[in-house]
């Protein structure tokens, strides 16, 4: 939908018809309710973007004439290797071909590929429509300008890239996310705060901050600029991390699992957790509407 709002014509591809049907009215009810409701991106009407949508359950058919595609299978090396092969078989030289791929580097599937030096990870974060960054992770072999032309494309359709300057497991988000887990994982096991606290704690406190600004920015403007900051809280920090964090890697374990979900229970049962994840998207859909129109740098 993001491609289409921008005025691209997209064709999706899948083997199984009835997903493609499935795809297809799933988009066309999503862009007519978030233009009903005032949250629609891109250019043109809900029917006029969705005239954008075509699809194919023939690979070389979808990927005729195309210039960008970008590969959404699921996590799963074996599938991304062969679907990756698939394409390369299929499409020209100039194509760029990006994974949304989460946390498989591009060389752990790409190594074989003739299309090689075009491929790259192009990681976007859920819901996307919602949520702009990108990560675009190259692998050793992926050509310079393929990462500027994808960063140029990403930044065009209104999405926000950041490009890593090599391959690293996790990337950039899921390292950020698994720091910030561990630790609530370990105040959690210790005793030190519920679960519901602990969310709050990022909700109310580091969230509203970190939607506008990230941790080094903050600590620039926590202090004067950020060598200020250094020279007055660094040994501090060094102190509190000694005397509370524990080596990594910390283990989510089912145990403590299961006694964080009991409190959920309580609020968020597993047969409403859809409604919650709706919920969730209508708070994200609201938020970017409103740092749309406020500016995020006004």
């Keep these: 939908m993001i491609f289409a709002g921008a005025g691209y014509s997209v064709c999706l591809f899948d083997v199984d018809p009835a997903q493609l049907e499935r795809a297809k009215s799933n988009i066309s ?3 007519q309710r978030y233009e009903k409701d005032g949250l629609m991106r891109g250019t043109g009407t809900a029917i006029e973007q969705f005239t954008r949508v075509s699809t194919s359950t023939s690979l070389e058919e979808c990927l005729n004439s195309t210039f960008y595609v970008q590969e959404c299978v699921p996590e799963n090396l074996e599938l991304k290797t062969k679907v990756f092969s698939q394409i390369d078989n299929v499409i020209g030289d100039n194509v760029i071909v990006a994974s949304s791929s989460s946390c498989l580097v591009a060389s752990s599937f790409t190594e074989k590929c003739n299309h090689r030096d075009h491929m790259l990870v192009a990681h976007p974060i859920n819901p996307p429509y919602f949520i702009p960054l990108v990560e675009m992770v190259p692998a050793p072999w992926t050509k310079p300008e393929v990462m500027a032309t994808t960063r140029t ?3 065009e359709i209104g999405q926000s890239p950041v490009s890593l300057k090599r391959e690293c497991p996790g990337f950039a988000l899921n390292r950020l996310q698994y720091a910030c887990i561990n630790e609530a994982w370990n105040m959690y096991q210790s005793g030190l705060l519920s679960a519901e606290d602990i969310d709050k704690v990022c909700y109310d406190g580091l969230g ?5 600004i990230g941790p080094l920015e903050t600590m620039h403007l926590n202090a004067d600029g950020i060598v200020d900051y250094c020279k007055r809280y ?3 920090a060094v102190d509190v991390q000694k ?4 080596p990594i890697p910390t283990l989510y374990d ?3 699992a299961e006694k964080i979900q009991a409190e959920y229970n309580n609020t968020m049962p597993l047969d409403k957790i859809q409604n919650k994840r709706l919920w969730r998207d209508n708070r994200l859909a609201a938020l970017a509407k409103l740092k749309k129109e406020i500016g995020k740098n006004d």
């Excluded at 509203?208 to 506008?212: N, V």
């Excluded at 005397?243 to 524990?246: L, Q, S």
């Design 29 to 31: 009810s999503t862009l």
């Design 208 to 212: 509203p901050r970190y939607a506008f």
């Design 234 to 236: 660094a040994e501090g």
């Design 153 to 155: 494309l990403m930044e």
């Design 243 to 246: 005397k509370t964090f524990k």
């Design 254 to 256: 089912v145990p403590t």
